[in-house]
Nanobody, 128 residues
Framework: QVQLDESGGGLVQAGGSLRLSCLAS????????MAWFRQAPGKEREFVAA??????????NYADSVKGRFTISRDNAKNTMYLQMNSLRPEDTAVYYC???????????????????WGQGTQVTVSS
């Protein structure tokens, strides 16, 4: 498994921006399917965005709730994945987790969170 370390969370006003980072250990980062999930208090974990590995041409997926506002990206040279979050809303408040898996994953597997490695999470709080 790979070790994942998230950073970049914090408190921001509605309409503001944050950029989350996820640093992954290991030497085969390019193959990994990577994703962001979030979990708000009292709610189930939900999929936010994913970037496939080289198996799938680094294709991207987003949850409908963040399309047009969030951008997922990866820097393979730095073993790092990012989530640029713009136009933040109070309902974006949650703990954000990054996830990784070396397999080429189906869309269902990604959305269901079928990942082998998870980070510890970083808190994002959006005030109204």
């Amino acid at each position: 498994q790979v070790q994942l370390d998230e950073s970049g969370g914090g408190l921001v006003q509605a309409g503001g921006s944050l950029r989350l980072s996820c640093l992954a250990s290991g030497r085969t980062f390019t193959f990994y399917t990577m994703a962001w999930f979030r979990q708000a208090p009292g709610k189930e974990r939900e999929f936010v965005a994913a970037t496939r590995g080289s198996w799938n041409g680094y294709s991207l997926n987003y949850a409908d709730s963040v399309k047009g506002r969030f951008t997922i990206s990866r820097d393979n040279a730095k073993n790092t994945m990012y989530l640029q979050m713009n136009s933040l809303r109070p309902e974006d408040t949650a703990v954000y987790y990054c996830a990784a898996d070396p397999r080429p994953m189906s869309s269902d597997a990604v959305a269901n969170g079928d990942f082998g490695s998870w980070g510890q999470g970083t808190q994002v709080t959006v005030s109204s």
